[in-house]
């Protein structure tokens, strides 16, 4: 079965980075789009962007460009989502997902949500 | 970018209930439209994909309609697991709805 297992909560200061890691199993890492998306306390959700973990190509929201860097590592079946000069409205569960199927890209698997918080 | 409405923000019910939530994109989706089921702590839920067609799984008191920029979310009789934030989600480029908790009357 497919299953996406993110890693743990993070805590940084106002202007670092973080990196969040996404670990697929169940399916063939490569064959489809991973995206994220995040959501901050009491919002929405918000698309961050999406990455082709088969080449590598990555497609950005526009809100994040300049501060958002989509990467994987097809060895381990992993994909990562590097935040950059992080606010505290940066303060949110970040999630990657899995398109349902190769012609249905809307969200059918998730990762469990990984809490990253941005304080002094 | 394509804006996602959603009304109500807030929808209060009792079980049994006939419940609808509404979801008008900024200009035509076609079909690409999808409804997801969130509560508290966990990740959304895939119910509905490409406006109509139930993911496996979800009950089939849940449905899905409309085309184009106008769509509906219908749970035709409100059970108590379905206390939940639901979002529409267009996913040409993967744009999301404000949300909608139903809560309970």
């Known amino acids: 079965q497919v299953q996406l297992v993110q890693s743990g909560a993070e805590v940084k200061k106002p202007g670092a980075s973080v990196k969040v890691s996404c670990k697929a199993s169940g399916y063939t890492f490569t064959g489809y789009y991973m995206h994220w998306v995040r959501q901050a306390p009491g919002q929405g959700l918000e698309w961050m962007g999406r990455i082709n973990p088969n080449s590598g190509g990555t497609n950005y929201a526009q809100k994040f460009q300049g501060r958002v860097t989509m990467t994987r590592d097809t060895s381990i079946s992993t994909a990562y989502m590097e935040l950059s000069r992080l606010r505290s409205d940066d303060t949110a569960v970040y999630y990657c997902a899995r398109d349902l199927t190769l012609v249905v890209v809307a969200a059918g698997y998730w990762g469990q949500g990984t809490l990253v918080t941005v304080s002094s | ?105």
Do not use: N
């Open chain 2, 1 to 105: 970018d394509i804006q996602m409405t959603q009304s109500p923000s807030t929808l209060s019910a009792s079980v049994g209930d006939r419940v609808t939530i509404t979801c008008r994109a900024s200009q035509s989706i076609s079909s690409w439209l999808a409804w997801y089921q969130q509560k508290p702590g966990k990740a959304p839920k895939l119910l509905i994909y490409k406006a109509s067609s139930l993911e496996s799984g979800v009950p089939s008191r849940f449905s899905g309609s409309g085309s184009g920029t106008e769509f509906t979310l219908t749970i035709s009789s409100l059970q108590p697991d379905d206390f939940a934030t639901y979002y529409c989600q267009q996913y040409t480029t993967w744009t999301f709805g404000q949300g909608t908790k139903v809560e309970i009357k």
